[in-house]
């Protein structure tokens, strides 16, 4: 059932990246965490209208080619989605990051805020600024239980509480695809991100939230007012929000740091 639904948004690719897209409108390009991929943002090219949705695999993630840097930051990551919109020809975005996908955000969002409406970050990864510790840590349960284990064990502590049991499968489904060559350089972003700093470059609205799904569960399928970010967002069935996280729950230019 689950690949069904996923196959009815078919991969397809641009470049060196895979992507899955769906609707018109406003572009909302979406950006999958560390754990996910396009597939990942489902239940929103399922329920959200209004918009054309675009959600790409990063590198490493997906059908999508690894970075050439081995040891990439957010800045690589932004370049290759800069590259990205340019192929298909996006100027006018709003950028929607989950996780890790909210550094990448961040950074594409400061090097290229003429083209960036605004952004919602949904449970952001801060990054831990150069802790080397915390990507030894990381790598190392990876290296532990691998795709498979991943699936097993921690699926069900990514999604809330009272998320239902699709969540969970989802978030299954997503991990036992992860590429170990593209898992370890997007730990190597997280490691080294800095999402606050590059949030305060970004001259203009950052929505950003921490979510669990049940407290995101919406179904609205009225067309907002053309020229407007969505006022209703059902967050990833992915999203849940770390302990580490920080929550900032209006809208603002310049996040906390706390």
Not at 25 to 30: H, M, R
Not at 169 to 176: E, V
Request: hydrophobic share 35%.
């Amino acid at each position: 059932m689950l690949d069904e639904r996923i196959a009815k948004f078919a991969a397809r690719k641009s470049g060196s990246l895979s992507y899955r897209e769906t609707g018109a409108g406003q572009a909302l390009v979406l950006l999958h965490g560390i754990g996910s991929s396009s597939a990942s943002w489902l239940n929103q090219f399922e329920t959200l209208q209004g918009y054309r949705l675009i959600a790409w695999d990063a590198p490493g993630y997906g059908d999508s080619e690894y970075l050439q840097n081995q040891e990439p930051k957010a800045s690589d990551y932004a370049d290759a989605l800069h590259s990205f919109l340019d192929r298909l020809l996006l100027k006018d975005v709003v950028i929607v990051g989950n996780s890790l996908g909210c550094l990448m955000a961040g950074a594409y969002a400061a090097a290229h805020p003429e083209r960036v409406r605004s952004m919602m970050l949904f449970s952001p990864a801060a990054g831990n600024a150069g802790d080397e510790s915390k990507q030894r840590e990381r790598l190392k349960q990876f290296e532990e239980l691998g795709p498979e284990g991943l699936a097993e064990k921690r699926s069900p502590t990514l999604v809330g509480k009272a998320s239902p049991r699709e969540a969970v499968d989802l978030m299954r489904w997503t991990q036992l695809r992860i590429r170990p060559q593209g898992y370890r350089q997007a730990v190597h972003c997280l490691t080294h991100g800095r999402l606050a700093e590059d949030a305060r470059r970004f001259p203009k609205k950052v929505l950003r939230r921490c979510w669990s799904l049940a407290a995101a569960r919406t179904s609205s399928r009225r067309k907002p007012a053309a020229g407007r970010s969505p006022r209703r967002f059902r967050a990833p069935s992915t999203a849940r929000c770390p302990a580490s996280a920080t929550c900032l729950t209006s809208r603002r230019r310049r996040p906390s740091t706390s």
